[in-house]
């Protein structure tokens, strides 16, 4: 048997916290977490918001952001206790031994040094190479990660680079020092799937190359099949399940963990479109102010009363930029919008008042998209009086019937957007699109942020309050398993142009064009070697080309 070289026992982590108008106090937010981790394997962290996954992960750096401390147990890496070493010793370890993937590279990365600079620093400032030796070692981790032109990319800048390539170069900085173990935290959740397919491949097959242990976090149980030997599942800092992949996808022994094997089990049932739509989409093309190309050209779709019509693709392909023509942010330079058997004007100051209460957004970012300093009940009463002139106790009656819809109740109505969880946010922001009683609801990337489990309750909602409402929804997402979920109908875009459209259906079955088959094949799926399966598949399709 080989030494773990992670090895983890009754890791506690603390931190203190400081409710409005309370004294500070102490919590622990990790309860005594035990693992091992073996030279060469995957270990994947897995669970909502709040778990202490990356808290977990990070403690393997004997770090703790953010005021988090740790305050117990012992975290051993290749056979000594970091918690007890010293401070030079933890420096060494950190960016040595021990290297980091974060979730956004985008804003990791020093947008004003090259990324070469960048990728061989660790390396060069532990010792572990000369310069010439880390940048060759860069060059041909650049090339094992499929990145375009590996000679050269490293000459870019971070913003020169899409945020796929971007996300490879820092899984090529994390192991370009040649460490021990990598930390990848969430390192494909905010990518599109068919980038994500390209890193999750380039990933896993850099861990295998290499033989580097890791440490994988991330809410999504499909992808940490793909890439893990181990599962442990984490729920408010505790494990609730531990143990090889094939139990935990195929025989998992814990009901929360069976919850998320079977997350996104909605079934929709496809309804056929009325005779008027409620939008009608009529060959609009849109270009930003100030460029000279195109960002949409010749859309056309419809969405008819009561229904929802789901906008796939990756980023870039002009799904939020139709979103933004349909709301008179972006006038188009061709084509109208119809709304209501009515000419929408194409610019939002030409619209009327029954334009704006009649067509509403819920966003991608909750938390951005209330103020801080207003509670729930003055966030969803805001609309009822700019609307509908509500005061007093009729409106205190709406706010409590609102809140029930969303199924939060009044007990919310008093607090501020701080004391919620994601999921309860965005409920509120659902609240405040409904308070409007709206003909159509833009829902922008709505679960995108969300963990799976709290993303299915979202998606339940909106389905039930459609059925109360009858309130249309165009919903903008890259997530396939949402779009199978929810839609009636499907527009698929592609670099701007509107690629396959028409009922659920239809456009979800063969025979397929390239980029919708591109799309739906790069959708993980909860089953062992599923990645293996699709690397195949594509190296096949590109020999016979």
Not at 144 to 149: A, R, V, W
Not at 155 to 184: I, K, W
Not at 238 to 244: D, K, L
Not at 463 to 472: N, S, Y
């Amino acid at each position: 048997m080989t030494d773990p070289l992670l090895k983890v026992r009754g890791l506690k982590i603390g931190a203190t916290i400081y409710p409005p108008g309370e004294k500070p106090r102490d919590i622990e937010i990790v309860h005594g977490v035990d693992f091992d981790l073996a030279p060469g394997k995957v270990l994947g962290l897995i669970g909502e918001s709040g778990a202490g996954k990356s808290t977990i992960g990070l403690s393997s750096m004997a770090y703790g952001r953010g005021g988090v401390e740790i305050t117990g147990g012992e975290v051993w890496v290749n056979g000594r206790d970091i918690l007890k070493s010293r401070l030079r010793d933890v420096r060494a370890l950190r960016g040595g031994e021990v290297t980091y993937v974060s979730q956004s590279a985008a804003a990791s990365f020093n947008p004003a040094k090259k990324i070469m600079e960048q990728v061989i620093e660790a390396a060069v400032g532990h010792g572990k190479f000369s310069r010439r030796d880390a940048e060759e070692r860069a060059v041909g981790l650049f090339r094992k990660l499929g990145l375009p032109e590996p000679e050269t990319i490293g000459n870019r800048y971070p913003h020169q680079v899409s945020g796929g390539q971007l996300q490879r170069c820092m899984t090529a900085l994390a192991l370009c020092p040649e460490p021990d173990l990598v930390v990848f935290d969430e390192p494909t959740t905010a990518l599109d799937v068919t980038t994500q397919i390209d890193v999750l491949a380039a990933i896993k097959e850099a861990i295998r190359d290499t033989g580097v242990a890791a440490l994988y976090i991330t809410h999504d149980l499909a992808v940490v099949a793909q890439v893990s030997d181990d599962i442990m599942v984490l729920r408010m800092g505790e494990t609730v399940e531990y143990g090889p992949v094939d139990q935990i996808i195929n025989a998992p022994q814990q009901d929360y963990t069976r919850a998320l094997v079977s997350v996104r089990s909605i079934r929709h049932e496809e309804k056929s479109p009325g005779t008027d739509p409620v939008l009608r989409v009529g060959s609009v093309t849109a270009r930003y102010k100030g460029t000279a190309f195109d960002v949409l050209h010749d859309v056309n779709v419809e969405l008819h009363p009561g229904q929802t019509l789901a906008v796939v693709g990756e980023s870039g392909s002009g799904k939020s930029t139709l979103a933004r023509v349909i709301t008179g942010l972006l006038p188009p330079s061709e084509g109208q919008i119809d709304f209501a058997g009515r000419v929408l004007s194409p610019d939002l100051k030409g619209r009327s008042i029954e334009d704006l209460r009649e067509l509403q957004m819920i966003y991608q970012m909750a938390d951005v998209a209330m103020n801080p300093r207003q509670t729930v009940g003055t966030i969803i009463g805001r609309p009822l009086e700019f609307y509908f002139g509500l005061r007093g106790a009729e409106k205190q009656k709406r706010i409590k019937e609102l809140l029930d819809e969303i199924e939060m109740g009044d007990g919310f109505i008093d607090r501020y957007p701080a004391e919620l969880s994601g999921g309860q946010k965005q409920r509120v922001c659902i609240a405040r699109a409904l308070a409007a009683k709206p003909r159509m609801i833009i829902c922008d990337e709505v679960t995108s942020a969300l963990d799976p489990l709290v993303a299915d309750g979202i998606l339940k909602l909106l389905l039930e309050l459609q059925k109360i409402e009858d309130v249309a929804y165009l919903f903008i997402t890259h997530d396939l398993a949402t779009v199978r979920a929810i839609a009636d109908s499907i527009a698929v875009m592609h670099r701007g142009k509107v690629v396959r459209y028409g009922p659920k259906s239809k456009v979800l079955a063969p025979p397929f064009d390239d980029y919708t088959d591109l799309l739906l094949s790069s959708v993980p799926e909860m089953k062992l070697g599923w990645l293996e399966d699709v690397i195949a598949n594509r190296r096949m399709e590109s020999a016979g080309n």
